[in-house]
Every structure is written in C-alpha cells, then in structure tokens.
C-alpha cells in the first residue's frame, strides 16, 4: 500500500508537466556563488534571492512543489 501510495503521489507531482523547483542550496553553497558576484554574505541576501525565485509570476504554471533548505522553511517574505 504504501508504495502504491508513492506512485500516486509522484504522477500527481508531475502531472501537467509540471516538475519540483530545489532551491535547497546550504548558506555555503550560496555563499559560492554570491561570493564570486560580489553578493554580500548574508542572511538578508540568502532570503531576497529565495523570495526572488518563489514570488516569479506565473511559477505555479511549471512546478507543482519546492524543495527547500532549512532555514528558509523559517523564512518570511519581508
């Protein structure tokens, strides 16, 4: 039952073509790249880019669910 369970699920996540957005990048991930841009490293700076992705018009036409990093599961759009 429960693999029957996982199936279902996972057609439902991509049904419509639709797929899952992983914005789950570690602060230290983040901190690579923003670095190389000359973002500052901050916790400011992880939030805004994070906020950037989900609040995109039109986003839940292409995916139907995010993976997201830790800390921004605690995070609010300011």
């Not at 991930?29 to 939030?47: H, S």
Request: glycine fraction near 6%.
């Amino acid at each position: 039952m429960r693999a029957q369970a996982l199936v279902v699920t996972a057609k439902t996540l991509i049904a419509g073509h639709k797929g899952l957005l992983a914005i789950d990048e570690s602060n230290p991930t983040c901190n690579k790249r923003f670095g190389q841009l000359d973002i500052p490293l901050i916790e400011e700076a992880w939030r805004a880019w994070r906020e950037l992705i989900v609040t995109t018009p039109g986003l839940n036409e292409s995916i139907s669910g995010v993976i997201l990093y830790d800390e921004s599961i605690r995070q609010q759009k300011k």
